[in-house]
């Protein structure tokens, strides 16, 4: 295969994110988000909040991983937030999807785009922090705007969430405080029980 | 409200991108691919075949172009590529609805997405010509990928599949010659008319 067909070939299966349906509803059509909607929304919060972010980053770099960071769930499935059995086999079969996705690219590339992805999941750089922060709030946002609904189907409470999700702080404190006060109000609403 | 909150305003508001569908089909589900996903799957094709476009480009703008381009769509829908009708007021129903979308964000940070778009619709800078480039060959890739459906459907030829999609050729001639290929492909395999 050409350079551009190996690409095509990984452009093509990378489709099958669409597929990937994760827990977190909708607000307009109230169905289930999947990992291809997900990323972009991502992508959008992070070109939107990037001034917020505790240290400055490359916004490409950022993007870059956004736009990459699931494609692993191509084969090892969403892992919801709070499944604590499923999250223990969770990097296992993400490094073994990690192999074959980026392997369909030319050796370089493939090379680059995982290295990439074991940046983000590391979430030692402030890229790696500030993409993670907007990885970990979006869902929050989406929980509040659909009524709490899928927090209560799990039993989800606020103390979780918080414990869950609190190395936003990590990469946009700004933007963790403003979440903290959504969910605040959404213990107040009786959207999520506090303990 | 605050300078967040205000931000989190237009990112809810965004989430309806989700619901504005395309015409062309996903080809593990065959059902319609709406425009969130078409963003994200522009973002990774920029990512990948970055290396093709025909001037050097900051990949940041283009994945900046590129997340918000169809924003627009979420008021005006989306206005399929051969509907010579719809296309006529294409561009004043967007215009407005820039208006409205950017308008929910602080004001410079409005001002600059909306420039950001307008750049995109332009086509002059090299990094809108590569993103309108990326645009123009995606729903080409998705259509050979489901058979040629929807070209059949609307009564698409080769010829006009050229016609409307060729300055791509100004972003990325690589990346368009080998779409020429897969198109003459398709045209011998009986998916696609000649004229």
Redesign the interface.
């Known amino acids: 295969m050409?350079r551009?067909?190996q690409?095509?070939a990984?452009?093509?299966e990378?489709?099958?994110?669409?597929?990937i349906f994760r827990q977190a509803l909708?607000?307009?059509?109230h169905r289930r988000?999947?990992d291809?909607?997900h990323?972009?929304?991502l992508?959008?919060?992070a070109?939107?909040?990037a001034e917020?972010s505790n240290q400055p980053v490359?916004?490409?770099r950022v993007?870059?991983m956004l736009?990459?960071h699931d494609l692993v769930e191509i084969d090892a499935g969403d892992t919801y937030a709070y499944d604590t059995a499923r999250l223990a086999g969770q990097h296992e079969r993400e490094a073994r999807a990690a192999d074959r996705i980026f392997g369909l690219?030319p050796p370089d590339?493939g090379a680059e785009?995982r290295a990439c992805w074991e940046e983000f999941e590391a979430k030692i750089t402030p890229e790696a922090k500030f993409a993670a922060a907007v990885d970990r709030l979006q869902p929050v946002?989406?929980n509040i705007?659909t009524g709490g609904e899928k927090w209560r189907e799990h039993g989800v409470t606020r103390a979780m969430v918080i414990a869950r999700n609190q190395h936003a702080n990590d990469g946009a404190c700004?933007?963790w405080a403003?979440a903290l006060t959504l969910l605040d109000d959404a213990v107040a609403r009786g959207l999520l029980p506090a303990e």
């Open positions: 050409t551009i067909q690409q095509y990984f452009l093509t990378c489709l099958k994110l669409s597929e909708l607000p307009t059509s988000e999947n291809a909607e990323s972009w929304h992508c959008l919060m070109i939107t909040l917020h490359d916004l490409a993007l870059k736009v990459i690219l590339q785009l946002l989406l705007l700004a933007v403003h």
